[in-house]
């Protein structure tokens, strides 16, 4: 099982920039892959981002693609999402996520550990 803990969540004015860490402990070698989810109150928990932890390959929601970057630093076992051009419709709690295997973490079938979430608020 990988533990993984979240930080960077806050408050920002809209048009705004956020930053989320995201870093990974216990049996890290058992996934390949980390994505970023959020749920906004009274909605599903959607997909945001996924990268692979070996090349590095992206994937995006169209909702965030051009705004936001996610990336990895292998040799702190950390993952990052750049988050600009903040709006009311981002304000969510994000939570990093834990790919099965090789698996891209784009529902939550494909997800073996999650985060335990961070506050993302958007004011206009």
């Known amino acids: 099982q990988v533990q993984l803990v979240e930080s960077g969540g806050g408050l920002v004015q809209a048009g705004g920039s956020l930053r989320l860490s995201c870093t990974a402990s216990?049996?890290?070698?058992?996934?390949?892959?980390r994505g970023w989810f959020r749920q906004a109150p009274g909605k599903e928990r959607e997909f945001v981002a996924a990268i692979t932890l070996t090349a590095g390959t992206t994937y995006y929601s169209d909702s965030v693609k051009g705004r936001f970057t996610i990336s990895r630093d292998n040799a702190k076992n950390t993952v990052y999402l750049q988050m600009n051009s903040l709006n009311p419709e981002d304000t969510a709690v994000y939570y990093c996520?834990?790919?099965?295997?090789?698996?891209?973490?784009?529902?939550?079938?494909?997800?073996?550990?999650w985060g335990q979430g961070t506050r993302v608020t958007a004011a206009s």
């Open positions: 996520a834990a790919g099965k295997g090789w698996a891209i973490p784009r529902s939550r079938a494909d997800v073996s550990s």
């Open positions: 216990g049996r890290t070698l058992s996934s390949y892959t």
